[in-house]
C-alpha cells in the first residue's frame, strides 16, 4: 500500500499556529473534498501564502492527510478508545455510535466524517490519497472486529457469533451516518440509527 511520508516543516514563521492552519484547511477539504480545493483555496482559508504552505507541509496530499490526522486525533481517538475499553461490549459499542451521532452533527466540527466524505473527490490522480483513506476506514472495522472478538473471549458473545461481517456491517453503519450528516440528517435522525445498530448485535451467551 502506498504510504503518504508526513511533510517535515522548515522556514515556518514563528507566530505559526498549526492546529489552527490544520483546522481551517479541515474546513476547505471538509466544503470541497480533495480534489476540488484548490492551493489557492487553502491558502486563503489558512492565510497564508504557497511557499509557507509547501515549507509548512509539503504539498496538498500531505496537507491533507496531515488534516484528517489531526481531525481524528481531536474527534476521534477518545471515543474510539473508549469502546475499546469498555468492560460491557453491548454499552461501550451503543455508547460510541452515540458520541459519533454527536460528533457528526456538532455545529463545531466539520459535518460528516472527513475520511469518508472526502475520499467521494479524489481521482484516479490522487491514489496515494485514496489509498491512505481506505487504510484509515479499514482501522475502524479493525477497531470493531477487535472489540468483538474480546467480547467472544471474555464469553459474552457466542463463539459462533460471526464477528467479520459484524464488524463490516457496524463500520458501513458508522459511514451511513456520516454521509446522513452531510445530507443534514439530525441528531435525532443519527441516535435512532445508533440504537437500531444496537440491536443488530447478538443475544449475550447463554441467553
Known amino acids: 500500500m502506498a504510504t503518504i511520508v508526513p ?10 499556529d498549526r492546529d489552527a492552519a490544520l483546522n481551517r484547511a479541515l474546513n476547505v477539504f471538509w466544503q470541497r473534498g480533495y480534489e476540488p480545493a484548490t492551493i489557492a483555496d487553502l491558502c486563503a482559508a489558512m492565510e497564508i501564502n504557497p511557499p509557507s504552505l509547501y515549507a509548512a507541509f509539503g504539498n496538498k496530499a500531505q496537507l491533507f492527510m496531515e488534516a484528517v490526522h489531526h481531525y481524528e486525533r ?14 460491557d461490549v453491548k454499552l461501550a459499542l451503543s455508547g460510541f455510535f452515540h458520541e459519533a451521532a454527536g460528533i457528526l ?9 472527513l475520511v469518508i466524505l ?4 479524489v481521482s484516479a490522480e490522487g491514489r496515494e ?6 487504510a484509515m476506514r479499514q482501522e475502524g472495522r479493525n477497531c470493531f472486529l477487535t472489540r468483538l472478538q474480546r467480547a ?21 453503519m458508522l459511514e451511513g451516518m ?17 440504537t ?7 443475544a449475550s451467551a447463554g441467553h
Request: hydrophobic share 35%.
Open 7 to 16: 511533510h517535515r516543516s522548515k522556514g515556518r514563521p514563528r507566530t505559526f
Open 74 to 87: 481531536v474527534y476521534w481517538d477518545a471515543i474510539w478508545d473508549r469502546m475499546e475499553q469498555g468492560s
Open 105 to 113: 452533527t456538532s455545529q463545531d466540527v466539520p459535518c460528516g466524517c
Open 118 to 121: 472526502a475520499a467521494t473527490n
Open 129 to 134: 490519497v485514496n489509498e491512505a483513506l481506505r
Open 152 to 172: 467472544v473471549s471474555d464469553g459474552q458473545f457466542s463463539t459462533a457469533t460471526d464477528v467479520d461481517s459484524l464488524a463490516s456491517t457496524l463500520n458501513a
Open 178 to 194: 456520516s454521509l446522513l450528516a452531510r445530507d443534514g440528517g439530525s441528531r435525532e435522525e443519527l441516535d435512532r440509527i445508533a
Open 196 to 202: 437500531t445498530a444496537m440491536m443488530m448485535l447478538p
